[in-house]
């Protein structure tokens, strides 16, 4: 396996007036990273200017040696139309493919508007969903580009509803990111759920977090409440409760021999906090 990190990482260190897009990817050059995940970039006037400024990431990223990996954008295919959306979504594809990326991962949706999480409502979006990610994929296919879901957004959280959508599209250009930190967000416990998409994965994040019981009441910030009332804080790389080396050890056993990305939600400096989990991402690879 090979150690990326996500530009979500560095935080504000992507704004012009700090080291910008192109300043964190040569920090992450220098640091020992050979791979990148991107996130939407900012507003443009037209999708042409969009593309533009990607080919042009895209090249920077080839002239000094730094791997696009996946593209990790934004999607609810229950709540906003689904036609706009899944057009959206697969003009993205294309920003992907102009970064040079191999994949691109996008959400499903947050979950309906009543806050119903349940199976049974889960069950009653899956067509809908199954549909617009199988329509994706299929133009992305076309554009070199693989797509895949993520345990993200609390309402596919669980490993058992991501299988189920994969399972459910049924193409082979289509797979799962299995980020081992985000289980926790359902309350879920990473090495068991792991194992369930193991045989589907395409790409890695590796994410820590803190977590505080629910019972002792909310902390005054940095935290987030997950589905069960507990509460969580992202951690840098191997100081929280994610037991990082046995879910890297989980990849290696399946097989996996792709990107581990970083991916750091913390309070602390994001630069630090990068080069203190690329240490021990380097350790567990």
Request: glycine residues 10%; contains cysteine.
């Given at each position: 396996?090979?150690?990326?990190?996500?530009?979500?990482?560095?935080?504000?260190?992507?704004?012009?007036?700090?080291?910008?897009?192109?300043?964190?990817?040569?920090?992450?050059?220098?640091?020992?990273?050979?791979?990148?995940?991107?996130?939407?970039?900012?507003?443009?006037?037209?999708?042409?200017?969009?593309?533009?400024?990607?080919?042009?990431?895209?090249?920077?990223?080839?002239?000094?040696?730094?791997?696009?990996?996946?593209?990790?954008?934004?999607?609810?295919?229950?709540n906003n139309s689904a036609k706009e959306e899944t057009d959206r979504v697969k003009f993205l594809a294309e920003v992907a493919a102009n970064l040079g990326c191999i994949y691109m991962r996008?959400?499903?949706?947050?979950?309906?508007?009543?806050?119903?999480?349940?199976?049974?409502?889960?069950?009653?979006?899956?067509?809908?969903?199954?549909?617009?990610?199988?329509?994706?994929?299929?133009?992305?296919?076309?554009?070199?580009?693989?797509?895949?879901?993520?345990?993200?957004?609390?309402?596919?959280?669980?490993?058992?509803?991501?299988?189920?959508?994969?399972?459910?599209?049924?193409?082979?250009?289509?797979?799962?990111?299995?980020?081992?930190?985000?289980?926790?967000?359902?309350?879920?416990?990473?090495?068991?759920?792991?194992?369930?998409?193991?045989?589907?994965?395409?790409?890695?994040?590796?994410?820590?977090?803190?977590?505080?019981?629910?019972?002792?009441?909310?902390?005054?910030?940095?935290?987030?409440?997950?589905?069960?009332?507990?509460?969580?804080?992202?951690?840098?790389?191997?100081?929280?409760?994610?037991?990082?080396?046995?879910?890297?050890?989980?990849l290696k056993e399946s097989g996996y021999d792709g990107y581990i990305t970083l991916e750091f939600e913390g309070m602390e400096d994001p630069l630090l906090a990068i080069e203190m989990g690329?240490?021990?991402?380097?350790?567990?690879?």
């Amino acid at each position: 396996m090979k150690a990326g990190v996500s530009l979500y990482s560095f935080h504000g260190y992507k704004n012009s007036d700090l080291l910008g897009t192109k300043g964190c990817i040569e920090k992450a050059k220098e640091l020992g990273f050979s791979g990148l995940d991107f996130i939407e970039f900012g507003n443009f006037s037209s999708r042409a200017e969009y593309i533009s400024y990607a080919s042009d990431i895209g090249s920077f990223c080839k002239d000094i040696g730094m791997e696009a990996v996946c593209f990790c954008v934004g999607a609810d295919f229950i709540n906003n139309s689904a036609k706009e959306e899944t057009d959206r979504v697969k003009f993205l594809a294309e920003v992907a493919a102009n970064l040079g990326c191999i994949y691109m991962r996008h959400d499903a949706t947050r979950g309906p508007k009543n806050g119903d999480r349940s199976d049974e409502s889960f069950e009653n979006v899956l067509p809908a969903l199954a549909e617009a990610y199988a329509e994706v994929t299929r133009y992305a296919k076309e554009l070199g580009v693989k797509t895949c879901i993520e345990n993200h957004g609390f309402f596919v959280q669980e490993a058992k509803r991501v299988k189920s959508i994969i399972d459910a599209v049924g193409d082979d250009n289509f797979g799962a990111l299995i980020d081992i930190g985000n289980f926790m967000c359902a309350d879920k416990e990473p090495t068991e759920e792991m194992k369930i998409l193991t045989p589907h994965v395409f790409h890695a994040h590796a994410k820590d977090f803190h977590f505080r019981d629910g019972t002792l009441g909310a902390p005054e910030k940095g935290y987030f409440k997950t589905l069960a009332g507990n509460y969580l804080c992202g951690a840098i790389l191997g100081q929280g409760c994610v037991d990082v080396e046995k879910c890297t050890n989980i990849l290696k056993e399946s097989g996996y021999d792709g990107y581990i990305t970083l991916e750091f939600e913390g309070m602390e400096d994001p630069l630090l906090a990068i080069e203190m989990g690329k240490n021990d991402l380097s350790k567990y690879i």
